[in-house]
């Protein structure tokens, strides 16, 4: 199989240095993201991988073959890489037939209408033989683009923010497709995004990316529910950052009552800490009689977000300090609406405060 491992990579240009001694390995037939905000590096280091970019430090290898290093970088067309561009970058005046063919044009007629046929039918448009790119939908490009990509059977495919183009609503369906068509054809990618929906619906591993340095690689439960840092925790899901005391090796002090969760290491007793409360974290207690997870505090409705099934509620403490709560649509409340809530923790993220 095709295992991708980066090796101390970094890419300066001049005194900017946009990714710094870089380590990750993804699996043969693996589907990896890297995550992060516009400017973190995420795609100077696939350009690096592709072979646009030349490293300052450490190597790139595919398996056991080394594709670019600080002495020496293979030509990106001997890479036998694939890539998936933002804007599909299919040919107008070409059939889609041609498209998919373009990578595979030194075969025979034959066995490129084979490999043209199977990748038709893998990504499900089977007969668009014939059609032009301006004849299909934005998703149907999207497909054929992948189609081509894969048409050589490249060791890696690289996917650069490949559905930014696309409706909101469309890029989590289009991640869903292009994972199971990947996973079919047995293919290890690698996709760069700052849409965390994206990378949760498409990645079985992601990199969380800040200022050209990995933050954290791990599955999207474990970035969710046990990030390493405040950065990782607020850039992946939503939630409210309380300020907390150590009371003892498990227990913390908020303005929401006493917690428990894991401590970190290096805190002793009246070290603070920062303790993470996600949406989900808090239910709304309707009757105060009624059985909860915990015991009840008092708030008020800030702000609200109407989502069809759902209300995103922003709720003020008494120390001012804000929370979030996801409640479902029938729970419905004004701002300035004083409400009850329970905590309902499963995963209590404390965190040393920066």
């Given at each position: 199989m095709n295992t991708l491992i980066l090796k101390n990579v970094s890419v300066h240009y001049k005194d900017y240095i946009a990714v710094d001694d870089f380590h990750l390995k993804i699996e043969g037939g693996q589907i990896a993201c890297l995550l992060g905000p516009s400017g973190c590096g995420k795609t100077t280091l696939l350009?690096?991988?592709a072979g646009f970019e030349q490293v300052t430090n450490g190597a790139i290898a595919i398996g056991d073959e080394t594709l670019s290093s600080a002495k020496q970088s293979l030509p990106p067309e001997k890479r036998k890489i694939g890539m998936v561009f933002q804007d599909f970058a299919l040919f107008p005046h070409l059939t889609i037939a041609k498209n998919i063919a373009f990578g595979i044009r030194h075969q025979s007629q034959k066995e490129q209408k084979k490999r043209v046929?199977?990748?038709l039918e893998l990504v499900d448009l089977a007969d668009f033989e014939q059609r032009y790119p301006h004849e299909l939908s934005g998703g149907q490009q999207q497909r054929i683009a992948l189609a081509r990509a894969l048409a050589p059977c490249p060791k890696l495919l690289l996917l650069d923010e490949p559905f930014a183009s696309q409706d909101v609503e469309l890029r989590e369906m289009l991640a869903r497709e292009v994972r199971l068509i990947l996973k079919k054809e047995q293919v290890t990618a690698l996709m760069v995004t700052h849409d965390q929906h994206e990378a949760f619906a498409m990645a079985d591993v992601i990199g969380v990316m800040?200022?050209?340095?990995?933050q954290q690689w791990d599955t999207s439960y474990r970035l969710y529910h046990e990030p390493i840092n405040q950065f990782v925790a607020d850039f992946v899901g939503e939630g409210a950052i309380i300020?907390?005391?150590?009371?003892?090796?498990?227990?913390v002090a908020t303005a929401l009552g006493d917690v428990q969760g894991a401590i970190p290491e290096s805190c002793v007793p009246g070290c603070?800490?920062?303790?993470?409360i996600r949406p989900d974290d808090i239910q709304l207690v309707e009757d105060e009689n009624q059985p909860c997870a915990g015991e009840t505090s008092k708030a008020v409705v800030s702000a609200r977000v109407f989502r069809g099934a759902n209300f995103f509620y922003t709720l003020s403490l008494q120390d001012n300090s804000q929370v979030y709560v996801l409640a479902p649509s029938h729970q419905n409340y004004e701002v300035g609406d004083k409400v009850?809530?329970?905590l309902d923790v499963k995963h209590l993220i404390i965190l040393k405060s920066e």
């Open positions: 350009r690096a991988i046929k199977e990748l800040k200022a050209g340095i990995l300020k907390g005391e150590v009371l003892d090796e498990h227990i603070p800490v920062d303790v993470l009850t809530f329970s």
